[in-house]
């Protein structure tokens, strides 16, 4: 590819290294492979307490300053003592010369035959390189415990000094997003800011005449406008800062103004609706008028039409994601298209969660040369095994088989018909949050 030094290349430069790039018949491969080398992470930087890092990027490599833990130290409470002071068979007494406590060692010496009461937590006393748990010894007397060596073996129940993070490794990665474990990874290294890169802001607004807002009355052939609900919902959960613009009528002058207000003021642009084949509206003239902008018919159901690239206004540029106005479609383009470029451009390196192989539990009609997202339910079956059924009706106006999912099911551009039994491929909408 030949572009100039320094200078990203065009969305026309990128599809014309495509042999076989067909905008009207475009596999959802290749759609996501143009996408993904056309948009650029944002790499803006702001540093900030550790608890408001939750859902972020990381923007740089967390380097261990100190050994977590600082000392060896007991995983149990019970007695410490030196492994190698147990006889070979059968049992041995210990004298207890003393406690150690979490937070306040034992600072005497440990000779042979002499052991420490010991806490979870506690550092490990000078000489000890075992702890037997409470449980598993018998106590002689208030100054002696009787110590079997069938019970335990050398080195047992001590954690050992820099075990879970040691100084100078790489405690965290540039382009982590910050979960639950990573903000307490961080204090326990004493952190307490990070420099993270500044949210996106994605500005977003639904197009056609016939939508209505909630508070309005609905009118003869009216919808009320839910692409906005599930967008908010879905850039909420990419931690995106949003700019709602509402409904745009099919209005030449009004959509320019929305594209530039967007354009203006963030970083991407999400819109609904207007972008089909013959659509009686100006939405996809505007987006021509204002940019870089490549109109798809894509090979997938529900979703096809879809519109990316980038537009300009004064100075100002963001990236464009027109998807299509079906409901169910813009969570499906959504999920499968902007989603990976949004995460990309926030500076992400996170992979993308595995699909699963689990059993259809009835018949499903597929023809090859489309990629089809069904909304699945996976449960268990009585024996244990994993099974996905299709949530009724897939119209892609049926937001309803969205919201009873629990997973989508990828049946892939190549794959036939599905019959009962057969793998196929799930997308769990919900992990662990
Ligand atoms: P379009 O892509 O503009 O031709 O719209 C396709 C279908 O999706 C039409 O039935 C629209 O009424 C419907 N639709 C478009 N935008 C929305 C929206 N924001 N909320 C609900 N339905 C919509
Ligand atoms: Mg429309």
Same mark, same amino acid.
Request: proline share 4%.
């Given at each position: 590819?030949?572009?100039?030094?320094?200078?990203?290349?065009?969305?026309?430069?990128?599809?014309?290294?495509?042999?076989?790039?067909?905008?009207?018949?475009?596999?959802?491969?290749?759609?996501?492979?143009?996408?993904?080398?056309?948009?650029?992470?944002?790499?803006?930087?702001?540093?900030?307490?550790?608890?408001?890092?939750?859902?972020?990027?990381?923007?740089?490599?967390?380097?261990?300053?100190?050994?977590?833990?600082?000392?060896?130290?007991?995983?149990?409470?019970?007695?410490?003592?030196?492994?190698?002071?147990?006889?070979?068979?059968?049992?041995?007494?210990?004298?207890?010369?003393?406690?150690?406590?979490?937070?306040?060692?034992?600072?005497?010496?440990?000779?042979?035959?002499?052991?420490?009461?010991?806490?979870?937590?506690?550092?490990?006393?000078?000489?000890?390189?075992?702890?037997?748990?409470?449980?598993?010894?018998?106590?002689?007397?208030?100054?002696?415990?009787?110590?079997?060596?069938?019970?335990?073996?050398?080195?047992?129940?001590?954690?050992?000094?820099?075990?879970?993070?040691?100084?100078?490794?790489?405690?965290?990665?540039?382009?982590?997003?910050?979960?639950?474990?990573?903000?307490?990874?961080?204090?326990?290294?004493?952190?307490?800011?990070?420099?993270?890169?500044?949210?996106?802001?994605?500005?977003?607004?639904?197009?056609?005449?016939?939508?209505?807002?909630?508070?309005?009355?609905?009118?003869?052939?009216?919808?009320?406008?839910?692409?906005?609900?599930?967008?908010?919902?879905?850039?909420?959960?990419?931690?995106?800062?949003?700019?709602?613009?509402?409904?745009i009528?099919?209005?030449p002058?009004a959509l320019e103004?929305a594209?530039? #207000?967007?354009?203006?003021?963030?970083?991407?642009?999400?819109?609904?609706?207007?972008?089909?084949?013959?659509?009686?509206?100006y #939405?996809?003239?505007i987006?021509?008028?204002?940019?870089?902008?490549?109109?798809?018919?894509?090979?997938?159901?529900?979703?096809?039409?879809?519109?990316?690239?980038?537009?300009?206004?004064?100075?100002?540029?963001?990236?464009?994601?027109?998807?299509?106005?079906?409901?169910?479609?813009?969570?499906? #383009?959504?999920?499968?298209?902007?989603?990976?470029?949004?995460?990309?451009?926030?500076?992400? #390196?996170?992979?993308?969660?595995?699909?699963?192989?689990?059993?259809?539990?009835?018949?499903?009609?597929?023809?090859?040369?489309?990629?089809?997202?069904?909304?699945?339910?996976?449960?268990?079956?009585?024996?244990?095994?994993?099974?996905?059924?299709?949530?009724?009706?897939?119209?892609?106006?049926?937001?309803?088989?969205?919201?009873?999912?629990?997973?989508?099911?990828?049946?892939?551009?190549?794959?036939?018909?599905?019959?009962?039994?057969?793998?196929?491929?799930?997308?769990?909408?919900?992990?662990?949050?």
């Amino acid at each position: 590819m030949t572009h100039a030094i320094n200078q990203p290349p065009s969305l026309q430069q990128i599809v014309s290294c495509l042999s076989d790039y067909d905008p009207a018949a475009l596999p959802v491969a290749q759609a996501q492979n143009i996408i993904q080398q056309f948009v650029h992470p944002l790499d803006c930087v702001e540093r900030i307490a550790i608890r408001q890092t939750l859902g972020r990027v990381l923007a740089e490599d967390i380097i261990s300053t100190i050994n977590v833990p600082a000392h060896d130290n007991s995983a149990m409470d019970g007695y410490a003592f030196k492994g190698s002071d147990l006889s070979e068979h059968g049992d041995n007494v210990f004298r207890i010369i003393g406690t150690a406590y979490a937070g306040k060692a034992f600072s005497g010496m440990v000779q042979a035959g002499e052991c420490v009461k010991i806490m979870t937590g506690a550092v490990m006393p000078t000489g000890c390189d075992t702890v037997i748990p409470q449980e598993l010894v018998s106590s002689i007397n208030d100054l002696q415990v009787n110590i079997s060596s069938t019970k335990i073996r050398t080195g047992e129940n001590r954690r050992l000094k820099g075990e879970d993070l040691a100084i100078g490794i790489q405690a965290l990665c540039k382009g982590k997003i910050l979960r639950p474990a990573d903000l307490g990874l961080l204090a326990s290294l004493g952190v307490a800011e990070v420099p993270v890169q500044r949210k996106l802001r994605v500005a977003f607004f639904s197009t056609g005449d016939e939508l209505r807002s909630l508070g309005e009355s609905l009118d003869e052939g009216c919808v009320y406008d839910s692409n906005r609900y599930t967008l908010y919902g879905m850039l909420s959960r990419l931690g995106c800062e949003m700019i709602d613009m509402g409904v745009i009528k099919d209005d030449p002058d009004a959509l320019e103004a929305a594209f530039r #207000t967007a354009c203006e003021n963030a970083d991407a642009i999400i819109t609904s609706g207007g972008v089909s084949v013959g659509a009686a509206d100006y #939405t996809k003239q505007i987006m021509a008028k204002l940019g870089d902008v490549a109109f798809w018919t894509i090979g997938m159901r529900p979703g096809r039409p879809m519109a990316f690239g980038k537009i300009h206004s004064h100075g100002h540029s963001a990236y464009l994601f027109g998807l299509p106005g079906n409901p169910v479609a813009v969570m499906v #383009t959504f999920y499968f298209f902007a989603r990976q470029a949004l995460l990309h451009m926030m500076g992400s #390196t996170q992979q993308d969660f595995p699909l699963i192989p689990v059993t259809a539990k009835h018949p499903i009609r597929k023809r090859p040369g489309r990629t089809e997202y069904q909304r699945g339910i996976l449960s268990r079956n009585a024996t244990g095994e994993l099974e996905v059924s299709v949530t009724g009706s897939q119209g892609s106006g049926i937001l309803r088989s969205m919201s009873e999912a629990n997973c989508m099911i990828v049946l892939h551009h190549d794959q036939n018909q599905v019959a009962t039994g057969d793998k196929v491929d799930v997308l769990l909408f919900e992990g662990l949050l």
